[in-house]
């Protein structure tokens, strides 16, 4: 295997990342050279070596872990960074390791495996519901759980229910779909349909948990930032014995109406210091998607930053006026 031709990249793609980001120049003329001030030429150096770890290992080197990698530096986890997937949850029904690609994410796997209720928080595309998902099926497939339970709250993000075609469980499937992808990339249609009519996986809205108590099952609450204070206390409730409960959403986008506080938001407030909870946040940095959405969550933080900014300003400004007037009565 060439390994300088695979660390290079595609027209020299990965080395350009590493000059970009440290500011240097790389040749690879005798052997790999690095140009530039001595802080800037470490940093570039570790970049290196780690990709080159992970190419040893045989692993094909992506944009979005060129991109981690450089982000990481400096970080005290950046030194077992090509040991993430060694320890893998399950295999897809293709052959493909499903395991964390971030540091975040393996604490998030690992509090997964601890504790009876875990939070994921994060924007798109870091793998909340995905691991949750692999997780599930791995601890059903060992027997350690006898029922997957996987459920979101139907609101409506801008469409309205009742003009959508279909009856009751039609309109509600696109929310689920999310779910049931999921579920057939790692454990396969066959296996997932054939589960589905045993009763051993069920794909409910949230409202269909009122009133359960729920025993010996996996259970994943999806899009938990759209729940209400009585809905996020009604799901925890439902947990049973040898049950465990894993709730994922994005506190960004939250879709109920203006006067009413997420069940996620006020959930994270009060149970933050709960033993047998953890609480898992990503970051933009640990989005596994294309590296084109790490630059949109970016773009959009820095929007909100501004917009808090503004607003702040104004009330400021409003204060001001509001003390001069008294001053001047």
Do not use: W
Request: glycine share 6%; aromatic share 6%.
């Amino acid at each position: 295997m060439n390994i300088t031709k695979y660390l290079f990249g595609g027209l020299d793609s990965n080395v350009s990342k590493i000059e970009k980001a440290f500011n240097v120049q790389i040749s690879d003329r005798e052997g790999i050279n690095i140009f530039g001030n001595d802080e800037d030429v470490l940093k570039a150096k570790k970049a290196i070596d780690k990709i080159t770890a992970l190419l040893e290992k045989g692993k094909e080197i992506t944009e979005q872990e060129v991109n981690y990698i450089i982000a990481s530096i400096g970080e005290e986890y950046f030194e077992n960074i090509e040991k993430l997937d060694d320890t893998y949850l399950c295999l897809t029904i293709s052959g493909k390791k499903v395991a964390p690609k971030t540091h975040n994410q393996k604490i998030y796997v690992e509090n997964m495996a601890r504790d009876a209720v875990t939070f994921g928080i994060g924007p798109a595309g870091t793998g909340k519901t995905y691991l949750a998902m692999a997780k599930a099926i791995t601890e059903f497939k060992k027997g350690n759980v006898q029922k997957i339970i996987l459920t979101r709250p139907a609101i409506e993000a801008g469409e309205n229910l009742g003009f959508l075609p279909g009856d009751l469980q039609q309109k509600i499937d696109p929310y689920l779909r999310p779910l049931y992808d999921a579920l057939h990339e790692i454990m396969g249609l066959e296996a997932t349909a054939r589960n589905q009519e045993k009763g051993l996986i069920e794909v409910a809205p949230l409202a269909y948990m009122r009133g359960r108590t729920l025993n010996n099952a996996f259970i994943i609450l999806d899009e938990a930032q759209n729940t209400t204070r009585a809905q996020m206390k009604m799901f925890l409730t439902r947990i049973g014995f040898n049950s465990k409960a894993i709730i994922t959403g994005d506190v960004t986008q939250i879709d109920l109406p203006s006067n009413t506080k997420s069940g996620l938001v006020e959930a994270i407030e009060i149970l933050s210091d709960v033993e047998g909870i953890s609480i898992m946040e990503f970051s933009k940095k640990d989005v596994v998607r294309h590296p084109l959405v790490q630059r949109i969550i970016a773009a959009y933080e820095k929007s909100e930053k501004k917009v808090k900014y503004t607003e702040k300003v104004i009330q400021q400004k409003k204060q001001q006026i509001r003390h001069d007037r008294r001053k001047v009565r």
